[in-house]
C-alpha cells in the first residue's frame, strides 16, 4: 500500500514536469522569436505575457460571470445531451429495428461541423441562450450515443440469455443486466461528451456575446489581445480537463464492478 | 523586449532583401469583398487587374517580378492577424479595426501606418441600427430597456456607444449590448433573437434591402465620422514607396472608373461580392451614402483617434497610438501629384459625391438635389433621375403602366440629405403635392407639423400621387 502510495506520486510528479518543460520550452520559443520556417514563435506570446493576462482576467469583475455563463451552457447542453444520448443509445442498442429507424438520421447529422449549424440554430431557438446551448448539445450528443451503443451492443448475450431463462421481464433485464453492462462504456462516452461539449464553447459563443469564455477568447482574437485568447484557451482547456476527470470519478464511484483501470 | 524586438526588424528586413535579390516582389492585398465602400481599394482593383497597370517597371524595378497575392477577409481582424503573421502587406479596413491593428503591429515590435482613406462619412452614415422588420421600434429612443447585438470593435461599436451616450443612457445599465458578427446578426432579426443590431457597411442599408430589418438610426445622426481606408506594414512601405504610390494609383482609378459609370461597377460588386447592386448603388453612386474620398480630412484623422479611446473607455485597450505618425499623407499626396489631380482641393471638398443628370421626365437639369429621385427600373443599363420625389413617383406610375418594373426607388433625405430606399422611407405630401422624404417617421411628423402636409409610407405616398392625378 505504502510502495503504491509513492509511485502516485511520482507519477504526479512526473506529470507536473512534463508540463514545467512544455512551458518553458514555450517560453524559450517566444522569447527566442524561434522560427523554423515550416512554425514560427515570432508572434506567439511567451507564457508569462499570458500568465499576466490570466491575472488581469482574474481581477476583472466579469471574470466569474465569463466562468459561470460557460460552466451553465456547457452543463446544460450536456444534460440534456446525456440523457437524450443514453436514452437513444440504449433504444438502438437493444433494438434492431430501432436502430434501423433511429441510426441512419442521426448518422447523417454527426459528421456536420459545430460550426456550420450556427445560421440553424440561431433561427430554430428563440433565444440566443437557446441557440448557444444547441451548439454544446450537439457536440456531446454524438459521442455519448455512439458509445451507449457500443456498450450496449457488447452486454455479454449469456447473461441476458440467463436472465430470460430465469424469467426476468424485458425492464428488468434492461436494469439489471444492460444497464450495468454498458455503464463503463456509457461513462466513457459521457467523459469524451463533455470534452467535445467544451470543444463546441467557442463555437456556440461566436453566435452572440456579452459573458462566456469561448466569447472572451474570441472578442480577444477581434482585437488582436493574443496573450488573452491563450487564457481563454487555457481556460476552456482546464474546466474541460476537470469536468471530464469528475465524470471519470462519478463512473468509477457507480460502477464499482467494473475492475479498476490501473494503467 | 526592446532588443528582440529589433532583432525582429532585423530578420524581417533581411527576408524582404532576399526577396529583392530573387527579383520577386510579393504584393499581398487583405480585402474585404464584402464590405463594399472598401470596393476601390480591394475589389475593383482586382477585378480590373489596374495594379498591373500602375506597378513600377523601370528604375531599381526593371528586372522585377511581381508575385500578387489577393486574399478575401470577413473582418478586418482577420486581415490583422495575417499582417502580423507577414503574409499580408496591404489590408483595407475601418477606422475601428485599422486602429487595432496600429497597436497590435506595436505590440509585435512592427508598425504599420494608415495610408488612405478610401470610403466614409465624415458625419457618420455607413454605420446605422436596424431592427427586425415587425418591430414597432421606429426610433433609437424606443431601445431603452433592449437588447441591441453589434460587431464587437468595429466602427458601429463606436457608432451604437455614442449614440446611447447622446440618449443620455449608461451603456453598461439602460441597454443590454452584446457582441455579434453580421453574418449572425442577420439570422438573428429574421428569427426576432435581438431587438436591434448596430452594423457598418453595408448591412445597415443590405438588411432592409433584404427585407427583413428596418433602418431606425443612420450614422449621421450621430454626427461621427466613419471610413474604411488601407493600411500597409511601414518597413514595407519604406523598401518599396512606389509600390505603394501605384497601390494607391490604382485605388484612385478605380474610384474614377465608378465615377463614370456608377450602375456597371455597382453590378460587377454585386456579381463578386454577393451584396446586390441596389445597395452598392447606395453607398457608391452620386449622392450616395458616403464618399469615395482618399484625402485625409481632419474628421477622419480624428475618427482614428476616437477608436483608440473608446477602447480605452472599454478597458480593452491599454496602449494609445500617436495617430499623428500611424495616418500618413505622403503616399496618397505623391498618387495624387503622379494621376494629376489636386489633392489640397479633393482634401476641402465636404460635397456628396456629384449628381449631373437631367430629370428623365422634364429633360432639365437637375440643380436643386433636396428632393431628388432615383428609379433603376429592370434591365435598364442607366438609373432614372428625377428631380423630384412626387416627379419620380409619377414617372413610376407610367413605367409600370408600361408593364416595367422598377428594381428600386431612391430618395433623398429632405434634412440630412441621405439617399434612402423609398420602399422604406417616410414621406411628407404637402397640400400642393411637394413630396419630401425621410428616414425617421419622428422626422416626418415634426416636418408635416412646421411645414403642413400629411405623413405617409411609401405605398401612401405612390397612392397619393396616383391619386392626384
Redesign the interface.
Known amino acids: 500500500m505504502q510502495s503504491n502510495h509513492d509511485a502516485g506520486w511520482r507519477r504526479w510528479i512526473l506529470r507536473a514536469v512534463s508540463i514545467a518543460v512544455c512551458l518553458l520550452a514555450w517560453q524559450t520559443a517566444s522569447?527566442?522569436?524561434l522560427?523554423l520556417g515550416f512554425v514560427?514563435f515570432?508572434?506567439v506570446p511567451p507564457p508569462t505575457e499570458v500568465l499576466e493576462a490570466a491575472v488581469d482576467l482574474a481581477q476583472s469583475p466579469k471574470s466569474l460571470n465569463h466562468i459561470t455563463s460557460s460552466l451553465r451552457r456547457v452543463a446544460i447542453g450536456f444534460t440534456i445531451a446525456a440523457v437524450l444520448g443514453v436514452l437513444l443509445g440504449l433504444a438502438i442498442g437493444r433494438s434492431r429495428r430501432l436502430g434501423d429507424i433511429l441510426l441512419p438520421p442521426l448518422e447523417l447529422l454527426r459528421p456536420i461541423p459545430a460550426v456550420a449549424w450556427?445560421?440553424l440554430a440561431?433561427?430554430?431557438?428563440?433565444?440566443?441562450e437557446g441557440?448557444m446551448i444547441y451548439i454544446t448539445f450537439i457536440g456531446a450528443l454524438f459521442p455519448i450515443l455512439l458509445s451507449t451503443i457500443h456498450g450496449v451492443e457488447h452486454v455479454d448475450p449469456r447473461l441476458i440469455a440467463s436472465a430470460k431463462s430465469l424469467g426476468g421481464t424485458r425492464f428488468a433485464i434492461l436494469r439489471e443486466v444492460t444497464l450495468p453492462g454498458a455503464a463503463p462504456a456509457i461513462f466513457t462516452g459521457l467523459a469524451i461528451g463533455m470534452g467535445t461539449s467544451w470543444f463546441c464553447l467557442v463555437t456556440a459563443e461566436?453566435?452572440?456575446?456579452?459573458f462566456g469564455i469561448g466569447?472572451h477568447t474570441w472578442?480577444s482574437?477581434?482585437?488582436?489581445?493574443y496573450p488573452d485568447i491563450i487564457v481563454g484557451m487555457a481556460v476552456i482547456g482546464i474546466l474541460g480537463m476537470g469536468s471530464s476527470l469528475l465524470l471519470r470519478q462519478l463512473g468509477r464511484l457507480l460502477t464499482p464492478w467494473h475492475s479498476e483501470d490501473t494503467r | 523586449m526592446r532588443f528582440?524586438s529589433l532583432?525582429?526588424g532585423a530578420?524581417l528586413s533581411a527576408t524582404l532583401i532576399t526577396i529583392a535579390e530573387a527579383e520577386t516582389i510579393r504584393v499581398a492585398i487583405g480585402t474585404q469583398d464584402t464590405t463594399i465602400n472598401t470596393a476601390t481599394g480591394g475589389l475593383l482593383i482586382r477585378e480590373l487587374k489596374l495594379l498591373d497597370k500602375f506597378l513600377p517597371k523601370d528604375g531599381k524595378y526593371k528586372d522585377v517580378t511581381y508575385d500578387i497575392q489577393w486574399r478575401n477577409f470577413t473582418?478586418g481582424?482577420a486581415i490583422?492577424?495575417d499582417q502580423?503573421?507577414?503574409k499580408v502587406d496591404f489590408g483595407v479596413m475601418a477606422d475601428f479595426?485599422g486602429s487595432?491593428?496600429g497597436?497590435?503591429h506595436e505590440?509585435?515590435g512592427r508598425k504599420s501606418i494608415f495610408i488612405t482613406v478610401l470610403s466614409g462619412s465624415v458625419k457618420g452614415s455607413g454605420n446605422g441600427i436596424v431592427v427586425p422588420s415587425a418591430s414597432p421600434v421606429q426610433s433609437i429612443s424606443e431601445l431603452k430597456g433592449k437588447t441591441i447585438?453589434v460587431p464587437?470593435?468595429s466602427t458601429s461599436h463606436g457608432l451604437l456607444l455614442r449614440a446611447i451616450k447622446a440618449q443620455g443612457w449608461d451603456p453598461d445599465k439602460d441597454v443590454?449590448?452584446?457582441?455579434?458578427?453580421p453574418?449572425?446578426a442577420g439570422?438573428?432579426l429574421?428569427?426576432?433573437?435581438?431587438d436591434a443590431h448596430a452594423d457598418f457597411v453595408p448591412f445597415a442599408e443590405l438588411f432592409p434591402w433584404r427585407g427583413f430589418a428596418r433602418k431606425i438610426y443612420d450614422g449621421s445622426q450621430a454626427n461621427g465620422p466613419t471610413f474604411h481606408g488601407a493600411l500597409v506594414d511601414a518597413a514595407y512601405a519604406e523598401k518599396y514607396p512606389e509600390i505603394v504610390v501605384a497601390y494607391l494609383r490604382a485605388a484612385l482609378e478605380a474610384d474614377r472608373l465608378f465615377q463614370e459609370e456608377p450602375e456597371k461597377y455597382s453590378e460587377l460588386i454585386a456579381k463578386v461580392s454577393g451584396v446586390d447592386a441596389e445597395v452598392n448603388y447606395l453607398f457608391h453612386g452620386p449622392l450616395g451614402l458616403q464618399t469615395r474620398d482618399l484625402t485625409w480630412k481632419p474628421e477622419y484623422r480624428q475618427a482614428v483617434g476616437t477608436s483608440i479611446d473608446t477602447?480605452k473607455l472599454l478597458k480593452?485597450?491599454d496602449q494609445g497610438l500617436d495617430v499623428d505618425k500611424f495616418v500618413v499623407d505622403k503616399y496618397i499626396r505623391e498618387a495624387f501629384k503622379q494621376a494629376g489631380l489636386d489633392y489640397e482641393a479633393s482634401l476641402k471638398n465636404y460635397d456628396q459625391l456629384p449628381l449631373k443628370a437631367k430629370d428623365a421626365a422634364t429633360g432639365e437639369e437637375i440643380k436643386d438635389f433636396k428632393r431628388v429621385a432615383q428609379i433603376w427600373v429592370k434591365d435598364e443599363p442607366l438609373i432614372r433621375h428625377y428631380a423630384t420625389a412626387e416627379g419620380a413617383l409619377k414617372a413610376l406610375k407610367t413605367l409600370e403602366a408600361e408593364g416595367k418594373t422598377a428594381r428600386v426607388f431612391y430618395a433623398q433625405d429632405r434634412e440630412s440629405g441621405i439617399k434612402l430606399l423609398g420602399a422604406q422611407a417616410w414621406f411628407v405630401r404637402a397640400d400642393n403635392g411637394e413630396v419630401s422624404a425621410f428616414l425617421l417617421k419622428e422626422q416626418a411628423e415634426k416636418w408635416a407639423q412646421a411645414n403642413g402636409g400629411k405623413v405617409l409610407d411609401y405605398n401612401g405616398a405612390r397612392a397619393a400621387v396616383l391619386a392626384s392625378n
Open positions: 522569447v527566442h522569436h522560427n514560427s515570432v508572434n450556427i445560421p440561431v433561427l430554430m431557438f428563440p433565444s440566443s441557440s461566436m453566435i452572440s456575446g456579452q466569447y472578442e482574437y477581434v482585437i488582436q489581445r | 528582440t532583432l525582429a530578420a473582418t481582424a490583422t492577424n502580423i503573421a507577414g479595426p487595432f491593428n497597436v497590435a505590440k509585435a447585438s464587437f470593435a443590454t449590448i452584446t457582441a455579434q458578427a453574418e449572425v439570422t438573428a429574421q428569427s426576432n433573437q435581438i477602447l480593452k485597450a
